[in-house]
């Protein structure tokens, strides 16, 4: 494997997110600390300012370019249209240029979608790029898209994203033969509304791909399929929805070590336990999601973040960009239409 002091930067747009520069570039120190070289985006003064807080960020493999714009969290994601220097679109062409191997970015999400799809453009074979993430499972993890990327979709959508996550997890994580799943009000193949069912048609007939059928909400904790696919809408609101109960049912679990100190003793007994459980649940330990079917690899986060989640964020993108995995994408969607088209004839 390329030794990752070798390879290309990761772009981190620091400028985007809730918090502003502190949280991301605390997390790029941290990143290169590791030996990751990261460039760091964004307003020249501003970050120079945030890195002299850290002793020794100026021995560390950091570069500052600068973006003097920033599109905030409250304005408009057609705005990368318009505005150039921010710190997006410069994040985003560091990619297309070959000057960065990937682009990570917690701010204006939709800003960094549309910023990725106008700058890098679509893979051959791809209708909708689409948000990929990861979910904690019985099993490990399981991978969920779309998450929010299309709220509205056609079938042949959900066909080429079962691809893409397949090729995906065969390059970056070692899965051999991951398997699909459709995500579906019942397990049973004629059991969904009309686009599960065209979409179940389309991934039954999908030569190479490992399709499991349908599964229910209960089966993505269960681990039954490594990847769920399923449209924009309904994957952002199963992924908000694991992300809050998360949050609630250990809140519940504080409070009822905290009833008594019968229970506070019991507590201390389990502490070591539940602090692997939460790191399991808590969403930093990804980082960010993928949005892919792009020409390159964007990265898009919580404008929440903290430090480890930008850390991590980054530290997952170098490793995409380590496996040559969009080039391995580029292949797959290409033998998956070439398969199409001598099926159909």
Known sequence: MTDLRQSLPVALDASGGDFGPPPLVEGAVEAARSGLKVLLVGERVRLHAELSKYPGSADLPLEIVDAPDVIGMDEHASDVRSRREASINVANTLVKTGRAGAVVSMGHSGASMA??????????????????????????????????????????????????????????????????????????????NALTLEVHALLRQ?????????????????????????????????????????????????????????????????????????????????GASLLIGVKGLSYIGHGSADARAVKNALLRADKAAQTGLIERLNAAMSQAGAATASTAV
Request: aromatic residues 6%; charged residues 20%.
């Open 206 to 286: 999908m030569p190479g791909l490992n399709f499991h059928g349908n599964v229910e909400g209960r089966d993505i904790f269960l681990g039954s399929t490594d990847i769920v696919v399923t449209d924009g809408f309904t994957g952002n609101i199963v992924l908000k929805l694991a992300e809050g109960e998360a949050r609630v049912l250990f809140g519940w679990v504080r409070d009822a070590l905290n009833a008594s100190l019968l229970s506070k003793l019991g507590g201390l007994l389990v502490r070591s336990s539940l602090r692997g459980v939460a790191a399991r649940l808590d969403p930093s330990s990804y």
């Open 115 to 192: 910023s990725s799809l106008l700058t890098l453009g679509r893979l051959s074979g791809v209708d909708r790029p689409a948000i990929l993430s990861h979910l904690p499972s019985r099993k490990g993890f399981v991978t969920l898209l779309d998450v929010g990327a299309n709220a509205d979709v056609k079938p042949a959508y959900l066909a080429q994203w079962a691809q893409l996550a397949s090729t995906y997890l065969r390059v970056v994580e070692g899965k051999d033969a991951p398997s699909v799943g459709l995500l579906s009000i019942g397990e049973e193949d004629h059991k969904g």
